[in-house]
C-alpha cells in the first residue's frame, strides 16, 4: 500500500511539471534588461505577478528582482516584445511598445473577471455564473514626455493630440478613421504628419 501512495505521488509530481512547466528553465525568458543608469544586460527574466521583474544572468545565477527604481524596461528576445516603464499620473507601470515617432504608442492588457452569482446553499432563483476570464488593450500615447491614457478608443476630448495635424482631424471628424482603431490612427500621424 505504501509504494501505491510513493508511486501516485510520483507520477503526480511529473504530471504538473509536465503541464506546468515547472522547471526552472521554463519560467523565463531571454531578453536584454535597460537599467536606469543607461546599462544594459542580456539574460533571464521572469515577469512579476505584483509588478517588477526577476533578472538572473544565466539559470545557475541567484535572482535578483528590480522595478521602476532599477530597470527603465526590457526587450524579449523569444517574442521580440518591447517592454518600458512609463509613468501616468501618479502611477507607474510596465507597458508593451506598439510604436514609437512623434506619438509613442504603448499598450496594456487589463484582465477582467466575472463573478459567480448565486453562491451558497440555498437556490436563490438567480443563474450560476462560471468564473470567467477576459480582458482588453488599454491604449497610451505619448507626446512630448507626456503619457496619456486612451483606453480602447480615442474620444473627441483626447483630439486635442492631433491639432497639429489637421489632415488626420478631418478624417477622424468624417469618420474615415474609427476611433478604435487606435494603432491606424498613431500610424497615420507619424507617417503623414510628421
Known sequence: MKNIFI???LFYSLGAKAQ???SKGELYEKAIVYFTDGTSEKGLIKRRSFGGIKFRENLDSKPETYD????TGYDDLNTNEKYRYKTVGDFTMLMKIVQLGELNLFVVYKSSGSMPMGMGGANTGMPMMSMGY???NVYYIEKND????IGR???KNEWHLFEDC???LEKLKQKE????AIEDIVDFYNSKCN
Open 166 to 168: 489637421p489632415v488626420l
Open 68 to 71: 521602476s527604481s532599477n530597470v
Open 177 to 180: 478613421l474609427s476611433k478604435g
Open 146 to 149: 507626456n503619457t496619456v491614457n
Open 134 to 136: 477576459g480582458g482588453s
Open 7 to 9: 508511486l501516485i505521488i
Open 20 to 22: 506546468f512547466g515547472l
Open 153 to 155: 478608443k480615442i474620444r
